[in-house]
């Protein structure tokens, strides 16, 4: 896995549906120089929101309407990612929880202007978190970003939770599962082009433009 690029992302939502709901926030931070881009993303669609989301993120209706347009954000962020000069599968995106929850909202957003993401590979940190966990014998069934931080002792930014924060937390807990504790996790890189699950129906994206 030489020459590879790795990036830590982080998005907030208003929900779980990457089709229905929308993006909040973006933050990524491009690891070999710990640059971090993060923009907030205003909703078209805020009465969509999901009312638990939004009281985990500490967000009101107000501050769904706030923020950059959605295809600004990606033109900048799309940006921001190919400044390496690589291709999407030398470009590794690591995240908690990214591959089940946020690579979907990544892909749609993408998607929504007509352009695929550029990153072809990624990184969990929560199965690297189990994988210490199980080498040193602790029990825990919490693996979410703040339990697995104070599971190895990091000091983290704040306890307030934004993508912002969370990815420069998350980027702390790859650096220290990697480098202190020497955990592998070459073998947890997955290679999932855009869609790999399938594209979203016209109907699925019309909802995006409505």
Known sequence: MCGLSYYVV??????????????TEISIIRCKDRVQLTRMIK????????????????????????????KDVVEECDKFLKEDNLTREHRCVIGHNIITFDKKFLHVMWASVGKEFPCN????????????????GIITRKFNLH???????????AEKHGAKVDTRNNYLLWKALVEDKK????????NLPHYIFGEPSDEELELLDE
Do not use: Q, V, W
């Not at 339990?147 to 930014?157: Q, V």
């Open 10 to 23: 982080d998005l907030e939502t208003s929900g779980l549906s990457s089709i229905m709901h929308e993006p």
């Open 43 to 70: 909703c078209k669609h805020p009465e969509r929101a999901n009312f638990d989301a939004l009281r985990i993120t500490g967000k009101t209706m107000s501050d769904l309407r706030n923020g950059d347009d959605l």
């Open 121 to 136: 590979l990624y990184l969990d940190t929560i199965p690297l978190t189990k994988l210490f966990a199980k080498r040193e």
């Open 147 to 157: 339990a697995s931080c104070d599971m190895l002792g990091i000091k983290k930014y």
């Open 183 to 190: 955990i592998d996790y070459l073998p947890l890189i997955k």
